[in-house]
């Protein structure tokens, strides 16, 4: 008797003895004809091929045993979300939204956004030889085989956010995530390798990926529970032990560039932060899943960094370099902007393409929560309120000085969303939040633009939550 594939591809003697458990299996249901080679189909199929972790993917499964043979079935078998999209998520007291559009139109804002970002960005990886499949964020239009991690983390937490809207958002979550485990970093190989395809000695990891990953499985647990094909919990709790042991400062509790960097070394070493690195929700998160592990000191370190660079070297604007360098002075660690040339380029002590991120890392603890994170974003606030006086929305600049002075005289979402998030943080700059707002919110450039403007349209919205939050069911 024949087994036969999705594809219509016959293996009548390959698998003889799994067919025959297969026949048996459908005996025992009473099937026959077309159903019952379903059935053996199935059966087969999960009998023989498991997730990366080892485990089957029942979530692809129904409880007949019959594969989905359509997206409506494999909707059925979706858990109904914990924090469906739209959240309308209660920030911080004095915070705010944008007030020119209603809470239905900044979620169809949102939706539409997401959708074209799926369409563009997010790329099944072989999906019709792959069981379960698998997904990746493609890097750019000109490189559409390449894939970095940072890509993986911020499509997790995509698409852990707009469960409710789309009902195969787990399937791309989990399709992402097990991608990542099948290129682990050459170094500590729990977590993933900073590129894809991978150099031929191997590639290590970076800090954010990473980290991003590690949150969105404690939102994944919170959604849709930890009982399925992937223990979301199990993963994150390994993960975020890797991220400690490997990747932050056993003395400075900072996080480093990668599992790469020796803490003692120079120039990189443990005082040596990306400043996109320094995420307080993310550390918030890591803390309350492993309490034990000194996540809250790692919390206070980063928020001790981004306060002291603001205060000593851009009082006037708030905004942090790339990189941050530091030296002892006394028994006093002081922390200051990375020369030029540090590890990317001339603009390594500037705020450049990577601490543009910053507001946005900022944004996803304070507005939440309050407290210092968002007494550190109103100073971007105030820069960024200003900007958009003197020279308007469509002209903020990309890239600054960091007292303020752009260099680059040009517009893209990568730098003006997350300054977009910074003006949440006070009243007195509705306008300008408004007038931002509408300047990105029909933006579209490449993937990390527009991985960036739609996690900020998430904040923006209001529909950005973290695993303790108070999601609306």
Avoid at 197 to 218: C, K, N, Q, V, W
Wanted: glycine share 8%; charged share 20%.
């Amino acid at each position: 008797m024949a087994c036969t594939t999705p594809d219509g591809e016959s293996r009548p003697l390959l698998i003889l003895a799994r067919t025959a458990v297969s026949c048996l299996l459908a005996v025992a249901l009473a099937a026959c004809g077309q159903e019952a080679a379903a059935v053996r189909v199935s059966a087969t199929k999960a009998a023989t091929t498991a997730a990366p972790n080892g485990a089957v993917d029942l979530a692809m499964i129904d409880a007949s045993g019959t594969e989905p043979r359509s997206r409506a079935v494999e909707q059925r078998l979706e858990p109904v979300p914990a924090c469906p999209f739209p959240q309308h998520a209660d920030y911080a007291a004095g915070t705010i939204l944008p007030g020119h559009r209603s809470a239905a139109q900044l979620d169809a804002d949102v939706v539409s956004a997401y959708e074209e970002w799926k369409a563009d960005h997010l790329v099944p990886v072989d999906v019709s030889a792959s069981w379960p499949p698998l997904y990746r964020v493609a890097f750019s239009a000109t490189e559409r085989g390449r894939t970095v991690s940072e890509g993986v983390g911020y499509g997790m937490l995509i698409t852990v956010a707009m469960a409710g809207h789309d009902a195969r958002a787990r399937h791309y979550f989990d399709g992402l995530w097990r991608f990542s485990r099948l290129h682990p970093s050459s170094i500590d190989r729990r977590l993933m390798a900073w590129q894809v395809p991978e150099s031929a000695s191997g590639d290590a990891a970076a800090f954010d990926g990473d980290a991003d990953m590690a949150l969105a499985l404690l939102m994944a647990d919170r959604q849709w529970g930890s009982d399925g094909a992937i223990d979301y919990r199990r993963e994150a709790e390994t993960l975020i032990a890797a991220l400690r042991e490997s990747m932050i400062g056993p003395d400075s509790h900072l996080p480093m560039l990668g599992d790469w960097v020796d803490p003692y070394g120079e120039p990189h070493n443990e005082f040596t932060p990306r400043s996109s690195d320094l995420m307080p929700a993310s550390f918030r998160a890591f803390a309350a899943a492993a309490p034990e592990a000194g996540w809250g000191d790692v919390f206070d370190a980063s928020l001790n960094v981004v306060d002291q660079v603001q205060t000593r070297f851009a009082r006037k604007s708030g905004l942090l370099p790339d990189f941050i360098e530091s030296e002892r002075v006394g028994d006093e660690r002081r922390f200051r902007p990375a020369r030029p040339g540090f590890l990317e380029g001339a603009h390594d002590g500037d705020y450049h393409y990577n601490a543009g991120r910053v507001p946005l890392r900022l944004g996803m603890d304070g507005l939440l929560n309050g407290g210092r994170s968002l007494t550190l974003l109103r100073r971007i606030a105030d820069f960024a309120a200003k900007r958009v006086e003197a020279v308007g929305a469509g002209q903020i600049g990309a890239g600054f000085t960091l007292d303020g002075a752009s260099y680059g005289n040009y517009f893209t979402s990568f730098f003006a969303a997350p300054l977009a998030v910074a003006l949440m943080s006070d009243a007195r700059y509705q306008t300008q939040l408004d007038a931002l707002y509408d300047a990105i919110v029909d933006r579209r450039e490449g993937y990390y633009e527009d991985s960036i403007n739609l996690l900020s349209l998430l904040l923006l919205t209001g529909n950005f939550w973290t695993p303790d939050s108070d999601c609306r069911a």
